[in-house]
């Protein structure tokens, strides 16, 4: 089989929704603009495999070295067909920003992964991708065996720089965060966990919450042009795919001195219109204060550090009065974690 381009595939629009074809060991099926699925052949095969696993990326278009690291995995898989462990769903999340070169189109699309999208009439392309993608994720769920493991990985590059710069978001989890799942993230370089403390509108939350999948954000480094990202940073993060794929099922053990776990300590929302942050913009994620340090005024509010050591996430000063400017977190023992 000639060697299969994700992206080019996609972007070309060379595929019919629909199509598919087949090599020596797996059946290919090409579900929408950039929605592929690869499964074992054989329907027995495809039962006993105990593993359903999506992989995402370019949910932001400019995020590329997520782009470049699933477009290199289909292609090896397509040119050398390997037996699969998995059925497997591959998605480049929006296509049209990646044609731009830009985080979006009309709006951040990993705001809009809740159910309402899935009803209501869109309003802009990243609302119908949402509602296309969620009920991608449905079906290729539906079709799994209760006993099979769903895993969802949804990764990307931060804008910002960070002071660990490989880390996850653990979605809201109210049965608990598991220790094997963030073991599994530490094989791939990824030692620093968020450690969600309240629902969102995000990919990964919507296959945690609604499919009960091990689902993470995963941001690989900072953002960079095609070409430009230093693959060889993400070949541990390859491996451990490779071995949820094609190999027996990771079980790694969690190094607890090397781990980073920061659970959310308070989310800051602007009041006010007269409102600024404390700290210069390019500060980075996870920058830690002191006590009493001020972290943001808020009309005549004076928002400062509670704890020594909270550190800050995500923060954004331009948000609308009444939308969240910050999240404040803390590190956190090993013994958060569950199993
Ligand atoms: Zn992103």
Known sequence: MKAF??????????MTPGESWQDDMNLWQWLDDGILRVEPLKPADSRNCDRAIVLSCGIHGN???PIELLVAMAKQLSETPRRLQARVLFILGNPKAVVNGSRFVDENLNRLFSPQYKQAKPQNPE??????LMRAIDEFFSLAAPHQRRVHYDLHTAIRDSKHPFFAVY?????????NAVARL????VDTVLLSHAPASTFSHYS??????EAFTVELGKVKPFGGNDMSKLEPLKRLLEAMLYGLWPTPQLDEQRIKLFRVTRAIHRQHQEFSLSFA???ANFSRFKKGQ?????????????HDGEAIVFPNRKVAVGQRALLTVIQSAPSILTD
Do not use: K, M, W
Not at 186 to 189: E, K, N, P, R, T
Not at 208 to 213: E, G, K, P
């Open 186 to 189: 530490q094989a791939a370089d």
């Open 171 to 179: 979605p809201h989890s109210p049965e608990g965060f598991s220790r």
């Open 63 to 65: 995020e590329t070295a």
């Open 281 to 283: 913009d390019d500060l």
């Open 5 to 14: 381009d994700l992206l080019e595939a996609t972007l070309g629009h060379e």
């Open 208 to 213: 945690h919450c609604y499919h009960q999948a």
């Open 294 to 306: 001020q972290l943001a005024q808020d009309g005549n509010e004076e928002i400062v550090a509670e």
């Open 127 to 132: 609302q119908r991708r949402a509602s296309d």
